[in-house]
């Protein structure tokens, strides 16, 4: 039978869980590394398990841990809503986000919001990480409050917009397209640039924020066609430094891509196939829908990018 309950001690559960460290989950709650250790044991008692066991490389969570962990953290969100206040105030808020975004997003992004954040609410943190496969799941069980991900307005991707489970808000931040990356004396250059010549040459090919295909991928398999990918890569720059040094034809969105690409000696053309832009968009679970400090942090993000970031109206003549 589960012995009484201190409701103080899940947030430190949670924290032990995801950092798998008593310094760190000690760094991270504001508290003495003992203080943490007191109360691992109090939650040991109470669930009358190790909960976690001590190896080389850290805390490793037993399976009575790993059992509790799904239902935990939506635990704390109703806890959290159910003793939400009415007001919100930034300037004394030390409310901790998580967020899951695309690599390209960071540039696209936290230049515009960040600054009025750090002044609004100076002890308010975000805590990142990379838009992962599971991050949609993770945005369904509550588990992250927000996430910026890529998804498409064109009817032939199986990434359409449309496809949002309806559990989850959104709002578009900004649009983009791709662009084809090239060396400067390429000899593609020098042809007439179609499909055929697009095709004929070998790609560079960059994977972020878990996807597994590319609306260009999914437009020319309804042609009958694919490109020949030599290389897959995970890293931009390295990428980039590739194309500036080989044959290889990069594809990339086209914000990310024009701003990183001005210290490589490198070209761009649109792709030779008719494509609908893409969008990043803001995403949540309904259930932060009308929490205050949630809302607050939204709309700083939606305006701050809005206003800095004017949607895509035509694309630029090359």
Known sequence: MLKHLDLNLLPVLEILLEEQSVTAAAARLHLSQSAVSKQLTRLRE?????????????????????????????????????????????????????????????????????PSLLVQAPWVSLNCQTWRLDTMDRLLRCDIDLAIGCREWDERSPMHVNHIPDDLHYVELV??????????????????????????????????????????????Q??????DIAVNMTDFQSALALCEQ??????????????????????????????????????WHKHFEHDLSHKWLRELIIGKVHASLPNISAKPSL
């Open 222 to 227: 309804m042609q009958g066609r694919k490109r």
């Open 46 to 114: 109470v669930f009358d398990d190790p909960l976690f066991e001590r190896t080389a490389y850290g805390l490793k969570p037993t399976p009575k841990a790993l059992s509790l962990a799904p239902d935990l953290r939506q635990c704390l969100q109703q806890l959290a809503q159910f003793t939400r206040p009415d007001s919100f105030e930034p300037a004394l808020s030390q409310r901790q986000f998580r967020m899951h975004l695309v690599e390209t997003t960071y540039s696209l992004t936290f230049p515009y919001f960040m």
């Open 246 to 283: 080989s044959d290889l034809i990069l594809c990339a969105p086209s914000r990310y891509a024009l701003a990183v690409m001005k210290s490589f000696d490198l070209k761009y053309l649109p792709p030779p196939i008719k494509l609908i832009p893409g969008a990043y968009l803001l995403m």
């Open 175 to 220: 649009q983009d397209y791709t662009v084809c990356l090239m060396r400067r004396d390429h000899p593609a250059l020098a042809q007439e640039w179609d499909l055929d010549t697009f095709l004929s040459y070998r790609q560079l090919q960059v994977a972020f924020g878990g996807l597994e295909h590319w609306l260009l991928d999914d437009v020319l």
